[in-house]
């Protein structure tokens, strides 16, 4: 097949975009697909869309992205059209594209809407799912809905809201995190009232709605769902602190464990929740769900990520390869299942 990766993008994570991609891209070469790597806000010199080679040099095209990052960052806050020179030309003569973007504009639906006007293929949830799973606002109303267990929550807007945590029947340890960010980019856990303001000017600083939500204290778990059906659990121990960024991208910075080291029916009913979380948030295709359990083993879903990582560290791979799936076959996989939404394509 010949597959767009499409990654980069402006979002907090784009360098983790760049990473998926890259690995992404030499997965589906080895698998013998014409897949070549595009930058979907940079796009190409001269809007030129490449052909699919048979010879192709992922490495060198990440680091090429890499070193357009900064004036991304630039153009971006005076550009008005986001899909770079050629790209949309060039996801056209592809069988699918395969997403491979992180955080905003990449999540949040928009991206999928876009091809979804232009009949393009492509891997992960539609647009609709996108958006409400990026919406971690939305996410618990939806969850709540469908009695998905998820932890006590409000949602402020930065030009309306109190500082008095009290005032929203609320009290410390609680969670600050942006109301779409990913990766755990501006999330902060505090337990007094100076780190709670700094927290909600860390956060409001990324974007217009927070999550302020209770701590949930104890283990720390991820369930993979592909088709509707669950992955292995796998536990996310940090070494230092909660998983953070920094933790989620360092090798060595947290021990995971898959399968997670719990009973057969801890295990069972974690797996039911992903995939009734799945199904709560209109996901399809696959999609991974983060947990908490605290000490007396209730179990709480925190969100659930659209298009997982698919980095060297990542989660989803790891659950994959507990039931014989390599990082290729899974590639191939997502591609499989994506395309069961459109009439007359398969691998």
Known sequence: MNIVVLC??????????????????????IRGHRAVMQDVFAGLPGGEAPEFPEVYDAGAAADRMRGMSAAV??????RRSFFGPGVIEHCRRADIVFLALHGENGENGKVQAALDLEKIPYTGTGYLG??????????K???????????????????????????YTMKFPVVVKPCAGGSSVGVSVVSNQADYEKALKTAFELEDEVVVEDYIKGREFSVSVIDGKALPV????????????KNKYTPGAAIETCPANLTHKQTEKMQRLAEEGFRALSLDAYGRLDFMMNENGDMFCLEANTLPGMTPTSLMP??????????????????????????GNTL
Do not use: W
């Open 8 to 29: 980069g993008g402006t979002s907090t994570e784009r360098e983790v975009s760049i990473t998926s991609g890259k690995g992404v891209c030499e997965a589906l070469r």
């Open 73 to 78: 960052e630039q153009e971006k806050r005076s």
């Open 130 to 139: 996108s958006a409400m799973a990026m919406d971690k606002g939305i996410s």
């Open 141 to 167: 109303i939806m969850l709540r809905a469908h009695h998905v267990p998820t932890p006590n929550g409000i949602t402020l807007r930065k030009d309306n809201y109190l500082t008095d945590i009290e005032a």
């Open 234 to 245: 796998i536990e996310i121990s940090p070494l230092q602190g909660f998983y953070d960024y």
């Open 318 to 343: 790891q659950e994959a390869a507990q039931v014989g799936m390599d990082f290729p076959t899974l590639c191939e996989e997502l591609i499989r299942v994506s395309l069961k939404k459109y009439k």
